[in-house]
């Protein structure tokens, strides 16, 4: 272990950090956002807005993060969509993971007792009514743990933008390991940066979830 | 500059070599991750604690640390400590560990799942330890977690687009050599996506005929 080493780019590793942190956190409330369209999408009884819905998962989750990145970036300026690395990595990893997040949403709606729908509908709520009133508000607690699960993944994915050079944590350590071959000292400082950013979400996630359990 | 799909057929062969070999990478490293899962779990569940807490250090450090990151540390790390892998070798193993760690996770909780009496049984006519779990408890683990390996399969057939980054000429790879010569990424990444697409709609496909036959053989 060559410490003086881990020393030195130690500095460069917490502002990386940083940009981790921010472009996972903004990619989250994007995320969140697009999974609230298309699961409310998906379960909607217009057909084609449901359609829509089907349409962004399936074509999000069945193609891989990168490849959207790609062509977000490289392929964006083609179509008048010139972004910056940082807010094309926001919005790539956003509308990806937001594919996964609506099926963890779309789950809990669906986990809820079928008789709670049929009771609601019977007193008279409509079926917008039913899902603000009724169906959400118990599904809500059921969606932690599986968003948790999302953005854990998140996290881990936002490695992929720095293959369109965002300054984040991989890109630094790719970047020390080509110039200083000592390719463990930087995998160890990367790991453990990960590894607590990880850590504090998934404590966060516990958190909530026994916050909003069932007494 | 508009967009101009017709630049796509001259490139048609380099993508479809392209596909061919992340079709290799998914299959080679799918093998590699269900037969490591399986090893994962049966050390994690019954080796002594010298091997166990080793083997549960590297899962636990494979769980939190991002796929291309490991790529990395094994493209160019194992190479500091003298073993040159090739990339196509090194792409399989990382990709293949990578996974391991998940194919164990939920092999291992198969295991846990599977009915003590089906190990008392197989002891009581006469199985040895290891007899029992290799031909009665593994089996049926497997059986019950098909669908999430399965899922894991799907999740790294997309994931192996990552070792375009260590030089592997994949589908990615492939079309970053057309836009090369084109400049024409938005037209060549969509060829790209659909390609996976297809392949992941094919992938599923298979995957479904195995689980219905693994349900039928119970």
Not at chain 1, 153 to 170: M, N, Q
Not at chain 2, 107 to 121: C, F, H, K, L, S
């Amino acid at each position: 272990m060559d410490i003086e080493l881990m020393q030195r780019v130690l500095p460069f590793f917490m502002e990386a950090a940083v940009v981790t942190i921010e472009v996972s956190a903004l990619s989250l409330v994007l995320g969140l956002a697009m999974a609230a369209l298309a699961a409310s999408a998906k379960l909607s009884g217009f057909v084609p807005i449901r359609w829509l819905g089907n349409a962004y998962v399936s074509l999000f989750r069945g193609t891989p993060c990168l490849i959207q990145l790609f062509l977000l970036y490289f392929g964006g300026p083609q179509v008048g969509v010139n972004l910056e690395p940082f807010a094309a990595g926001v919005i790539g990893l956003g509308l990806n993971i937001g594919a996964y997040m609506a099926e963890s949403v779309r789950g809990a709606v669906l986990a809820v007792d079928r008789g709670q729908a049929e009771a609601a509908r019977t007193i008279g709520f409509s079926r917008s009514q039913t899902m603000r009133y009724v169906l959400l508000p118990q599904a809500a607690r059921l969606m932690i743990r599986p968003l948790g699960v999302n953005t854990i993944a998140l996290i881990k994915g936002s490695a992929l933008i720095s293959a369109i050079s965002v300054i984040e944590i991989t890109y630094t350590a790719q970047r020390f390991i080509s110039s200083t071959y000592k390719p463990f000292e930087i995998f160890a400082i990367a790991a453990v940066l990960y590894m607590v950013i990880i850590y504090v979400v998934a404590r966060a996630v516990d958190f909530l979830d026994r916050r909003f359990a069932i007494a | 500059m508009g967009l101009d799909f017709s630049v796509l057929p001259p490139y048609a062969e380099l993508l479809g070599v392209g596909l061919w070999w992340t079709i290799v990478l998914t299959v080679s490293a799918g093998i590699v991750s269900f037969v490591m899962g399986i090893l994962f779990a049966v050390t994690v569940l019954y080796a002594p604690a010298v091997i166990a807490y080793p083997v549960r250090f590297f899962i636990w450090l494979f769980m939190g640390t991002p796929l291309l990151l490991q790529l990395f540390l094994i493209y160019y790390g194992l190479v500091q400590i003298g073993i040159d892998l090739p990339a196509l070798v090194a792409g399989i193993v990382g990709l293949g560990l990578h996974f391991a760690v998940y194919n164990g996770d939920i092999i291992r909780a198969g295991i846990a799942a599977v009915d003590p009496g089906q190990t008392e049984g197989a002891r009581s006519i006469g199985f040895g330890r290891w007899q029992a779990l290799r031909y009665v408890v593994i089996p049926q683990a497997v059986r019950n977690t098909t669908p999430a390996v399965g899922n894991m399969m799907i999740a790294l057939l997309k994931e192996s687009s990552l070792v375009s980054v260590i030089g592997i000429a994949e589908l990615v790879h492939a079309s970053q050599l057309a836009i090369s010569e084109t400049y024409r990424p938005f037209e060549f990444y969509i060829a790209a996506a659909a390609l996976y697409y297809l392949a992941n709609l094919i992938l599923e496909a298979g995957l479904n005929m195995i689980e219905k036959r693994v349900e039928a053989s119970r």
